[in-house]
T-cell receptor, first 113, second 110 residues
Framework: GDSVTQMEGPVTLSEEAFLTINCTYT??????LFWYVQYPGEGLQLLLK?????DKGSNKGFEATYRKETTSFHLEKGSVQVSDSAVYFC????????????FGSGTRLLVRP | DAGVTQSPTHLIKTRGQQVTLRCSPK?????VSWYQQALGQGPQFIFQ???????QRGNFPDRFSGHQFPNYSSELNVNALLLGDSALYLC?????????FGPGTRLTVT
């Protein structure tokens, strides 16, 4: 069945460091791909998305490119801030009419000043 | 424009009791999905409602049921609560593929 695998955390970085969080997927068909962010005690916020191969999603300095050949959707940011500390979830939406989301297990990012 | 809202924020129940959680979708959205997020894990799909009917269901027992009203708001009901039902319950609304989440209801079963 469809699934998402993320790198395990926590990922600890100093402020202004480069961030990569790896995400790979297994899916039937051509799903849309998403990154969600969850701050402590809150729900999920949609960070970015890509709906087809080679699309690049971007928002707030974060980027991810839909790579069909490697079934990946890695999240990157050139210079992280303390305020980026959160849990990041990679997800895919299934290709039936429900578009239900299948999530990875999440990666906790801690950015130190 | 109000986003997705959920109530209550927190809830404490005893094993065997029943609980109802509520969700109001983002304006213009007609589909509501419910997810369960256990501590330290990614959300798991419970079910989805569209046009007041359950369109799809995840791997959850029949103790979990739901409803969607004509104004697209939705309820999640859980009967015969177990300790393992303690989790953050997230509601997401959508019009097509992108789902937007509410802040969640934290359910604690003691």
């Amino acid at each position: 069945g469809d699934s998402v695998t993320q790198m395990e955390g926590p990922v600890t970085l100093s402020e202004e460091a480069f961030l990569t969080i790896n995400c790979t997927y297994t899916a039937t068909g051509y799903p849309s791909l998403f990154w969600y962010v969850q701050y402590p005690g809150e729900g999920l916020q949609l960070l970015l998305k890509a709906t087809k191969a080679d699309d690049k999603g971007s928002n707030k300095g974060f980027e991810a490119t839909y790579r069909k050949e490697t079934t990946s959707f890695h999240l990157e940011k050139g210079s992280v801030q303390v305020s980026d500390s959160a849990v990041y979830f990679c997800a895919l939406s299934v290709t039936d009419s429900s578009y239900k989301l299948i999530f990875g297990s999440g990666t906790r990012l801690l950015v130190r000043p | 424009d109000a986003g997705v809202t959920q109530s209550p924020t927190h809830l404490i129940k005893t094993r065997g009791q029943q609980v109802t959680l509520r969700c109001s979708p983002k304006s213009g959205h007609d589909t509501v999905s419910w997810y369960q997020q256990a501590l330290g894990q990614g959300p798991q799909f419970i079910f989805q409602y569209y046009e007041e009917e359950e369109r799809q269901r995840g791997n959850f027992p029949d103790r979990f049921s739901g409803h969607q009203f004509p104004n697209y708001s939705s309820e999640l009901n859980v009967n015969a609560l177990l300790l393992g039902d303690s989790a953050l319950y997230l509601c997401a609304s959508s019009l097509r593929s992108a789902q937007y989440f509410g802040p969640g209801t934290r359910l604690t079963v003691t």
